[in-house]
């Protein structure tokens, strides 16, 4: 059974760090992409980042020079470390792994398989 789980969601201050992490099954981390996605209340799924199975990163441009997304293929683990956290990053962040290609990579429809989800809040 394919499984996402991300933990490391929490309330912190702005200007603050977290570090997420998405422990995934072996068939859903090799030779996937994956991606954060995030979603506030009342709003639509939105990209944050993305790197695929030969290393390329992808990031969305309001959190480009904040995050960092980084992946341990011997522990199919996902990362996403988080700096200088803003109140506009409080949202669920969702993991998501699938065959997405180049142009894809900020498409939540081409991802095949999501995590539960791990709130982050970031208060002023």
């Known amino acids: 059974q394919v499984q996402l789980v991300e933990s490391g969601g929490g309330l912190v201050q702005a200007g603050g760090s977290l570090r997420l992490s998405c422990a995934a099954s072996?068939?859903?981390?090799?030779?996937?992409?994956m991606a954060w996605f995030r979603q506030a209340p009342g709003k639509e799924r939105e990209f944050a980042a993305a790197?695929?199975?030969?290393?390329?990163?992808y990031y969305a441009d309001s959190v480009k020079g904040r995050f960092t997304i980084s992946r341990d293929n011997a522990k199919n683990t996902l990362y996403l470390q988080m700096n200088s956290l803003k109140p506009e990053d409080t949202a669920v962040y969702y993991c998501?792994?699938?065959?997405?290609?180049?142009?894809?990579?900020?498409?939540?429809?081409?991802?095949?398989?999501w995590g539960q989800g791990t709130q982050v809040t970031v208060s002023l």
């Open positions: 790197i695929r199975w030969i290393g390329d990163t």
């Open positions: 998501a792994a699938g065959r997405v290609s180049r142009s894809d990579y900020g498409a939540p429809r081409k991802y095949a398989y």
């Open positions: 072996g068939r859903a981390f090799n030779n996937n992409a």
